[in-house]
Protein backbone atom coordinates (compact mmCIF):
# COMPACT_ATOMS: atom_id res chain seq x y z
CA UNK A 1 0.00 0.00 0.00
CA UNK A 2 1.16 3.41 -1.04
CA UNK A 3 2.22 5.49 1.94
CA UNK A 4 3.22 9.43 2.31
CA UNK A 5 6.32 10.55 4.43
CA UNK A 6 5.78 13.95 5.71
CA UNK A 7 9.33 15.61 6.48
CA UNK A 8 9.59 18.89 8.34
CA UNK A 9 12.59 20.85 8.78
CA UNK A 10 13.54 24.07 10.77
CA UNK A 11 16.77 26.57 9.31
CA UNK A 12 17.93 29.86 10.13
CA UNK A 13 17.76 31.95 6.83
CA UNK A 14 21.52 32.03 6.77
CA UNK A 15 22.22 28.52 6.33
CA UNK A 16 19.85 28.02 3.82
CA UNK A 17 22.46 27.86 1.21
CA UNK A 18 24.26 25.18 3.00
CA UNK A 19 20.87 23.18 3.42
CA UNK A 20 19.81 23.27 -0.12
CA UNK A 21 22.92 22.13 -1.32
CA UNK A 22 22.60 19.08 1.00
CA UNK A 23 18.88 18.51 0.13
CA UNK A 24 19.62 18.76 -4.17
CA UNK A 25 22.41 15.38 -3.24
CA UNK A 26 19.34 14.24 -1.25
CA UNK A 27 16.85 14.37 -4.08
CA UNK A 28 19.37 13.46 -6.10
CA UNK A 29 19.73 10.10 -4.89
CA UNK A 30 16.16 9.71 -3.98
CA UNK A 31 14.86 9.95 -7.46
CA UNK A 32 16.97 6.10 -8.21
CA UNK A 33 15.61 4.04 -5.28
CA UNK A 34 12.90 1.57 -6.10
CA UNK A 35 9.20 2.83 -5.07
CA UNK A 36 9.92 6.33 -4.56
CA UNK A 37 6.99 8.02 -6.76
CA UNK A 38 7.03 11.38 -6.47
CA UNK A 39 7.64 14.44 -3.68
CA UNK A 40 6.60 17.72 -3.36
CA UNK A 41 8.20 20.77 -1.22
CA UNK A 42 6.32 23.66 0.94
CA UNK A 43 7.57 26.62 2.52
CA UNK A 44 5.16 27.46 5.94
CA UNK A 45 3.62 31.36 5.01
CA UNK A 46 3.67 32.50 8.81
CA UNK A 47 6.85 31.06 9.87
CA UNK A 48 9.75 31.54 7.61
CA UNK A 49 12.64 28.99 7.13
CA UNK A 50 9.97 25.91 8.03
CA UNK A 51 9.56 23.36 5.31
CA UNK A 52 7.68 20.49 4.42
CA UNK A 53 8.15 18.08 2.04
CA UNK A 54 5.90 15.55 0.93
CA UNK A 55 6.90 12.24 -0.34
CA UNK A 56 4.83 9.35 -1.85
CA UNK A 57 6.19 5.78 -1.89
CA UNK A 58 4.83 2.39 -3.16
CA UNK A 59 4.96 0.92 0.17
CA UNK A 60 6.24 1.58 3.83
CA UNK A 61 9.07 -1.19 2.93
CA UNK A 62 10.41 0.94 0.16
CA UNK A 63 10.35 4.02 2.38
CA UNK A 64 12.39 2.25 5.48
CA UNK A 65 15.03 0.35 3.09
CA UNK A 66 15.39 3.88 1.56
CA UNK A 67 16.04 5.53 5.23
CA UNK A 68 18.56 2.74 6.34
CA UNK A 69 20.65 3.57 3.20
CA UNK A 70 24.08 4.45 3.96
CA UNK A 71 24.02 7.41 1.69
CA UNK A 72 20.70 8.24 3.26
CA UNK A 73 21.95 8.24 6.68
CA UNK A 74 25.01 9.60 6.00
CA UNK A 75 23.46 12.81 4.19
CA UNK A 76 20.57 13.18 6.71
CA UNK A 77 23.26 13.03 9.66
CA UNK A 78 24.52 16.42 8.00
CA UNK A 79 21.22 17.78 7.45
CA UNK A 80 20.56 17.06 11.32
CA UNK A 81 24.17 18.54 12.37
CA UNK A 82 23.07 21.79 9.99
CA UNK A 83 19.56 22.51 11.53
CA UNK A 84 20.77 21.59 15.29
CA UNK A 85 17.97 19.56 15.92
CA UNK A 86 16.19 15.73 14.08
CA UNK A 87 14.53 16.04 11.44
CA UNK A 88 10.84 15.07 11.99
CA UNK A 89 8.93 12.50 9.96
CA UNK A 90 5.41 11.69 9.60
CA UNK A 91 4.47 8.32 7.79
CA UNK A 92 0.35 8.14 6.68
CA UNK A 93 -1.26 5.52 4.87
CA UNK A 94 -4.98 5.57 2.73
CA UNK A 95 -7.53 5.24 5.40
Not at 11 to 36: F, H, S
Not at 52 to 66: E, K, N, P, T, Y
Request: aromatic share 8%; proline share 3%; hydrophobic share 40%.
Amino acid sequence: MAVKILIKRKVAKELTPQLDELLRKMRALTLAQKGYISGETFSQIDEPGVSMVISSWQSLDDWRAWTLSKERVDLQEKIDQLLGEPTRYEIFENA
